[in-house]
């Protein structure tokens, strides 16, 4: 078709530049190893924290579901849609990360399109951090509210833009990342917060990467500074570290009403289905439960970075277990991970856009269902590729 003759070319671009990505194939459920393209690798480049993509009560509580509710719920929420496991999970996230009240979408992707716009709009502004992900990027272009980008991490620059904008906006939303999910660096939440107290402005964190991860029992960045009350609107998915698939805002009751009635996702786009609603109440219930799995996590992710530092590798500001093996050059990235993945590792090279040009890196990510003996076998092959690609001496 002529109109899209421009396609080739482009793809041809990205290839040359070694931003091209091959996107592998699992044939395999999640875990600690699994079949990739038909071979068997470690597992290292997934959001499976937890292992709760592959767990046994989870897998159980989605059949029990289908029996009991079907496979689809048939709505969207507010005409026919919403079930009583909807409810249900709703009150137990609400409880479990210490709020009023829950209303849950389809994504945290959706989570985000649907909170921001309802919040601002023309007229208003929105104080973005500069690597916020790209859900809370769109959300803010889908506001057309002002978009002022800050400094990343940094409450100073962010401090001086709201100075700035006093009196000039009708509403003032700020909006970060709570683990930002590339560098695995976490927002200084505590200061932005007495920012957005001080200035008058509505606060907002997208939790994707601390759900399960940070806080009590994986509760989150808002537990983990004790800022309980102090933060306007939490967001959070559940493809992340409870394995599953669904996003959540959590927050006062009258925020979670006002979304109810203006959130586009939620009013025009089918409700989660019955099965993945199980599954996700049943990872809630596992980690009101118990720390086990959140704890093993942090002793698997202490221990791989104590040991990768040690063979001289790069893993830049990360206090989380998302680990960034920094390279820099876009086509060393994809050759470490071509060689990682022939020496049986799964390892997937990330580079423009989705992090600045020159910022290229190999992202490992740690999880619970990692054996010790598995990071005993990563570490040898990364000390291997590393030295035969002039990574490290």
Not at 141 to 157: C, G, T
Request: negative net charge; aromatic residues 8%; hydrophobic residues 45%.
């Amino acid at each position: 078709m002529p109109g899209l003759d421009f396609i080739p070319s482009e793809i041809q671009d990205l290839k040359d530049a070694g931003l091209y990505v091959h996107i592998r194939t699992l044939e395999s459920p999640q875990g600690a190893w699994i079949v990739v393209d038909g071979k068997r690798v470690l597992n290292m480049c997934s959001n499976n924290y937890l292992g709760f993509a592959n767990h046994p009560a989870l897998r159980e509580a989605a059949k029990k579901a289908i029996d009991e509710y079907g496979v689809g719920p048939g709505a969207v929420r507010t005409i026919a849609g919403t079930m009583k496991l909807h409810l249900e999970l709703e009150e137990k996230l609400a409880a479990f990360k210490g709020a009023e009240a829950v209303i849950s979408f389809q994504s945290g992707f959706n989570a985000n399109l649907a909170t921001i716009p309802a919040l601002v709009g023309r007229g208003d502004a929105i104080f973005s951090d500069e690597l916020n992900h790209a859900s809370i990027i769109d959300g803010c272009r889908l506001s057309r509210a002002e978009i002022i980008r800050y400094a990343h991490n940094d409450p100073k620059d962010l401090e001086e833009k709201l100075r700035e904008a006093q009196g000039k906006y009708r509403r003032m939303l700020i909006v970060t990342d709570g683990v930002f999910s590339m560098d695995g660096d976490i927002a200084p939440l505590p200061e932005i917060a007495d920012l957005a107290e001080k200035y008058g402005a509505i606060l907002m964190v997208d939790d994707a990467h601390g759900e399960g991860v940070l806080g009590h029992g994986g509760r989150g960045i808002v537990d983990h500074f004790g800022l309980h009350g102090r933060v306007d609107v939490e967001v959070g998915t559940l493809s992340k570290a409870f394995g599953v698939v669904g996003g959540y805002v959590a927050g006062s009751r009258e925020l979670v009403e006002y979304l109810r009635q203006k959130a586009r996702p939620f009013l025009f786009s089918s409700a989660v289905t019955p099965p993945d609603v199980a599954a996700c109440i049943a990872a809630v219930d596992i980690l009101n439960a118990s720390t086990e799995l959140v704890d093993r996590l942090w002793d698997n992710t202490r221990y791989f970075k104590e040991e990768m530092r040690k063979l001289g590798f790069d893993l830049g500001k990360s206090v989380t277990p998302i680990t960034p093996v920094m390279l820099g050059d876009a086509k060393l990235a994809q050759a470490f991970s071509r060689r990682l993945f022939e020496e049986g590792i799964f390892a997937q090279a990330i580079g423009y856009p989705t992090v600045p040009r020159g910022k290229a890196r190999i992202r490992v990510m740690l999880s619970a269902t990692h054996t010790k003996e598995d990071l005993y076998f990563a570490l040898e092959v990364f000390a291997k590729v590393g030295r035969e690609l002039g990574v490290i001496g």
